[in-house]
């Protein structure tokens, strides 16, 4: 073959190549988002639709409502995927202040809503949303921004460690004024494990961890709910038909899905039989449903985020995106743990949705919108299968 003809096929080669499909983000974490955001919207429908229409009138009501908080974190996912997540460095002390401010506007008679014994949903007409979902994404937005400033200082006390102390201190006690004992936890564990991430004297953590416990252990103590619990969670069975009935339920209904389940649709626990069933306890529905196959499926899906989570963290081009990358990866596998934990009477009940599958429009929203910034961060990273003329890492 002559010079220009190998020459030739080399040019033919390389435009073949640009015109490949250039993913500028994680299709593997784009994909497991999607699959958990349309299989929630389905389990919702199969668990709420007896209810809705017993209750309600209308057994479409959850199920309309959840389609479109759906819609709706699928577009707030694609607008954080096309704005790009340094641009939300700027507006990470303006949110941290809203934030804060609806927090305490929960409170206020009339633009608060209680139910279930907690003060944590507000009202603005036809709307009804949680302000701790904004909370937790401001605060990982803020703490993200803050270290990433302060990495040279991170191990000094008073300008690596006490800021991030004070901060999550004004939360806490907002968030416990509700109360959100479970929300509460997951923010201190969110950011001790960022601030152990950047560096942070374990010290400073070990001590204050060891402040904490002892406040913690007496807030359940003082409080009969919490107490209540605890005990039931080291033995749900001693009380079935009271205290225990939820998470026995809960368990009856992993019990009878066996390996592929009763049959989507098909759930006798929904039959007013596991209370919150479409909500906290959606996973128990899914398991009666689908079996051991399903739940695995739920499963191996937030795993795949987790994974891709950590590798967009990894593969940031800036301490910003790899904080706020672990962060939002953090709050999604924690939500997860939690929720997943409470249904299979690993931890104590608690009242925290299933990120992407929970009945909940704040939840899908918030749940959809931290998965679009962390895939903006996988694109800011690099991409993925990034082909083409001068597309190189």
């Given at each position: 073959m002559s010079l220009s003809a190998a020459a030739g096929t080399r040019v033919s080669q390389r435009r073949a190549e640009s015109m490949r499909p250039v993913f500028r983000y994680d299709p593997v974490l784009l994909c497991a988002v999607l699959l958990l955001t349309a299989f929630g919207v389905v389990m919702v429908y199969s668990a709420s639709a007896v209810y809705a229409s017993a209750r309600l009138g209308d057994g479409l009501w959850f199920f309309k409502r959840q389609a479109l908080g759906a819609g709706l974190g699928i577009a707030a996912l694609l607008l954080a995927m096309k704005i790009g997540y340094r641009r939300l460095e700027e507006l990470a002390v303006p949110l941290l202040v809203l934030s804060l401010v609806l927090l305490v506007l929960v409170r206020v008679p009339g633009l608060g809503h209680a139910a279930g014994g907690a003060q944590r949903w507000m009202r603005l007409g036809p709307i009804t949303f949680q302000p701790s979902e904004i909370a937790k994404l401001s605060l990982i937005l803020w703490l993200a921004r803050s270290l990433a400033k302060k990495q040279d200082r991170i191990r000094l006390f008073s300008v690596g460690f006490l800021p991030h102390l004070f901060m999550l201190g004004l939360f806490t006690i907002l968030l416990m004024l509700e109360p959100d004992f479970g929300t509460t936890v997951v923010l201190c564990v969110l950011t001790f494990a960022l601030l152990f991430v950047a560096g942070a004297r374990a010290t400073y953590l070990f001590g204050v961890l060891g402040a904490l416990l002892p406040i913690a252990i007496f807030a359940v103590w003082r409080s009969p709910y919490r107490l209540q619990r605890v005990l039931t969670f080291l033995d749900p069975w001693k009380d079935p038909q009271g205290h225990g009935y939820q998470t026995v339920e809960s368990l009856l209904g992993f019990g009878a899905g066996g390996s592929l389940g009763v049959g989507l649709g098909e759930s006798h626990?929904?039959?007013?039989?596991?209370?919150?069933?479409?909500?906290?306890?959606?996973?128990?529905?899914?398991?009666?449903?689908?079996?051991?196959?399903?739940?695995?499926?739920?499963?191996?899906?937030?795993?795949?985020?987790?994974?891709?989570?950590?590798?967009?963290?990894?593969?940031?081009?800036?301490?910003?995106?790899?904080?706020?990358?672990?962060?939002?990866?953090?709050?999604?596998?924690?939500?997860?743990?939690?929720?997943?934990?409470?249904?299979?009477?690993?931890?104590?009940?608690?009242?925290?949705?299933?990120?992407?599958?929970?009945?909940?429009?704040s939840s899908v929203i918030s749940s959809c919108l931290a998965a679009g910034i962390l895939l903006s961060i996988s694109g800011g990273a690099g991409g993925f299968l990034q082909r083409g003329v001068g597309a190189q890492r």
């Open positions: 626990q929904k039959l007013f039989f596991l209370p919150a069933a479409h909500t906290d306890f959606i996973l128990s529905i899914v398991g009666e449903e689908l079996g051991f196959a399903g739940v695995a499926a739920v499963l191996i899906l937030f795993a795949v985020i987790v994974w891709r989570g950590l590798k967009a963290a990894h593969a940031a081009p800036d301490g910003f995106g790899c904080y706020l990358a672990l962060g939002l990866t953090l709050l999604l596998s924690l939500e997860a743990i939690v929720n997943a934990g409470m249904a299979l009477a690993l931890l104590p009940t608690k009242g925290m949705a299933l990120p992407f599958l929970s009945y909940g429009m």
